[in-house]
């Protein structure tokens, strides 16, 4: 097989490849045939977010240029959690990593063809931790450690240098992981890990130990940190993850995330997140240099992005909700989820049904007063569900309150409003 460069030169151009322990041996293990990658997921929340979603493109990619690939759920690793350099982790109990476990293992398996000859590998290292002992974990694998090389490990050595120290139980996490890849390796064949910049130590720990227990290299590929121009982590919304479960970041929020990203980092993200081709990312870069108010790379990346995190028919409804909020489509064709999501964070206030729109404009500040709310009606600046209202005594129905929900009021072509139905 000799795809296994093209691969790699592939990751290089999208951004994709910040490290890897020997980059001339690591070109010639891909170049030799197939090769086993994977990848794990510690289910330290009930979702994965941005920074996974990094992980879950490269191993798509691998897949796609023919590799194995093996998905790891950490079940018992989660348990413990990785190193954080400020502080010590608030441990979850068994039931919480169990009902974290599930989740994940449902939101990986749409990245990844999970059947046919070359099918992705879903696993729990719960399954291979949980019988070992403690005698047989330190006899067996903890012989192969040592300290001196364990504590300069970044994240420990941040630790150990602050107030704070490090537990024990933090500090054997490297141990786990490494544990990891040595069983992929005997079982599976795996010889290749990948993860962020940020966990080259726990990632080159597996290394060191296939290396000392069965006398065989393996190799480490890591992906960059990705921040914005300010050095912030991408993924951060005012403050919150941008998580891949629609229960915590919905489809909406998720598209409109996307849509904000900036001139400047659009074509980057495109690279690494989209199968655009480089033709394509170059025009779309130009687009937005030309006419950047229309963010057509902004879209397009949205778009692509929401789709695969959240399937077409997502992206059909939260495309169709951004026209809504502008102005230019029917409300009334949204889904009951995808309208609560879209009008979530507009301004408003409660109206019953009888009332009249100049009570609507009123009660969601659109208008300061019943006089100044007649005004904007007679001067045609005010429609309901993006059709214009005229008639300064129009009553708000049943049917104007979408999904027995909301209407949507609107002055201008800027300012709108949700008026919520009242109870």
């Known amino acids: 097989?000799?795809?296994?460069?093209?691969?790699?030169?592939?990751?290089?151009?999208?951004?994709?490849?910040?490290?890897?322990?020997?980059?001339?041996?690591?070109?010639?293990h891909f170049a030799s045939g197939p090769v086993t990658v994977y990848c794990g997921f510690d289910p330290t929340a009930p979702s994965l977010h941005?920074?996974?979603?990094?992980?879950?493109?490269?191993?798509?990619?691998?897949?796609?240029a023919g590799h194995r690939v093996i998905v790891l759920v950490g079940g018992s690793t989660g348990q413990i959690g990785d190193p954080?350099?400020?502080?010590?982790?608030?441990?979850?109990?068994?039931?919480?990593?169990?009902?974290?476990?599930?989740?994940?293992?449902?939101?990986?398996?749409?990245f990844l063809d999970f059947s046919g000859d070359n099918a992705a590998t879903l696993v729990d290292?719960?399954?291979?931790?949980?019988?070992?002992s403690a005698l047989d974990f330190l006899r067996d694998v903890g012989q192969h450690f040592r300290v001196n090389q364990m504590i300069r490990k970044e994240s420990v050595a941040a630790r150990l240098n602050s107030e704070l120290g490090i537990s024990y139980t933090e500090f054997s996490y490297q141990i786990l992981q490494a544990m990891d890849f040595l069983h992929l390796f005997r079982t599976l064949g795996c010889t290749v890990q990948t993860g962020g910049q940020d966990q080259w130590g726990n990632l080159t720990?597996?290394?060191?130990?296939?290396?000392?227990?069965?006398?065989?290299?393996?190799?480490?590929?890591?992906t960059p940190l990705l921040t914005d121009e300010q050095g912030n982590k991408f993924g951060k919304s005012e403050g919150n993850a941008v998580w891949l479960s629609s229960d915590m970041t919905s489809p909406y929020a998720f598209y409109q995330y996307w849509i904000n990203i900036a001139d400047?980092?659009?074509?980057?993200?495109?690279?690494?997140?989209?199968?655009?081709?480089?033709?394509?990312?170059?025009?779309?870069?130009?687009?937005?240099?030309?006419?950047?108010?229309?963010?057509?790379?902004?879209?397009?990346?949205?778009?692509?992005?929401?789709?695969?995190?959240?399937?077409?028919?997502?992206?059909e409804q939260v495309e169709h909700a951004s026209r809504v909020l502008f102005g230019k489509g029917?409300?009334?064709?949204?889904?009951?989820?995808?309208?609560?999501?879209?009008?979530?964070?507009?301004?408003?206030?409660?109206?019953?049904?009888?009332?009249?729109?100049?009570?609507?404009?009123?009660?969601?500040?659109?208008?300061?007063?019943?006089?100044?709310?007649?005004?904007?009606?007679?001067e045609g600046g005010v429609s309901v569900n993006n059709v214009k209202v005229t008639d300064v005594e129009h009553v708000l129905?049943?049917?104007d309150f979408l999904h027995d929900e909301v209407a949507l009021v609107r002055r201008g072509r800027k300012h709108l409003a949700a008026a919520r139905k009242a109870s």
Do not use: C, Y
Request: glycine share 8%; net charge negative; aromatic share 2%.
């Open 1 to 28: 097989m000799s795809t296994g460069p093209t691969i790699l030169d592939e990751l290089e151009w999208r951004g994709l490849l910040a490290q890897t322990t020997d980059d001339a041996a690591l070109r010639e």
């Open 50 to 64: 941005f920074g996974n979603l990094v992980q879950l493109v490269v191993l798509r990619r691998m897949q796609r």
């Open 84 to 110: 954080k350099p400020t502080a010590e982790r608030v441990l979850k109990t068994k039931d919480q990593t169990a009902a974290n476990v599930a989740r994940i293992k449902s939101l990986v398996t749409p």
């Open 125 to 132: 290292n719960l399954d291979w931790t949980a019988p070992l």
């Open 205 to 222: 720990a597996g290394v060191d130990l296939i290396h000392r227990v069965e006398g065989r290299s393996a190799h480490v590929i890591t």
């Open 264 to 315: 400047s980092q659009v074509g980057r993200l495109l690279r690494v997140f989209t199968d655009r081709t480089a033709e394509e990312i170059e025009a779309l870069e130009t687009a937005t240099a030309e006419t950047p108010h229309l963010r057509v790379a902004q879209r397009v990346l949205a778009a692509d992005v929401t789709t695969l995190v959240h399937g077409p028919t997502a992206t």
């Open 330 to 378: 029917d409300p009334a064709a949204l889904d009951a989820g995808t309208l609560r999501d879209a009008t979530a964070e507009l301004a408003g206030g409660t109206v019953d049904p009888g009332s009249t729109v100049v009570d609507a404009l009123v009660a969601t500040g659109l208008a300061d007063s019943r006089g100044a709310a007649r005004r904007l009606i007679g």
């Open 397 to 399: 129905g049943a049917g």
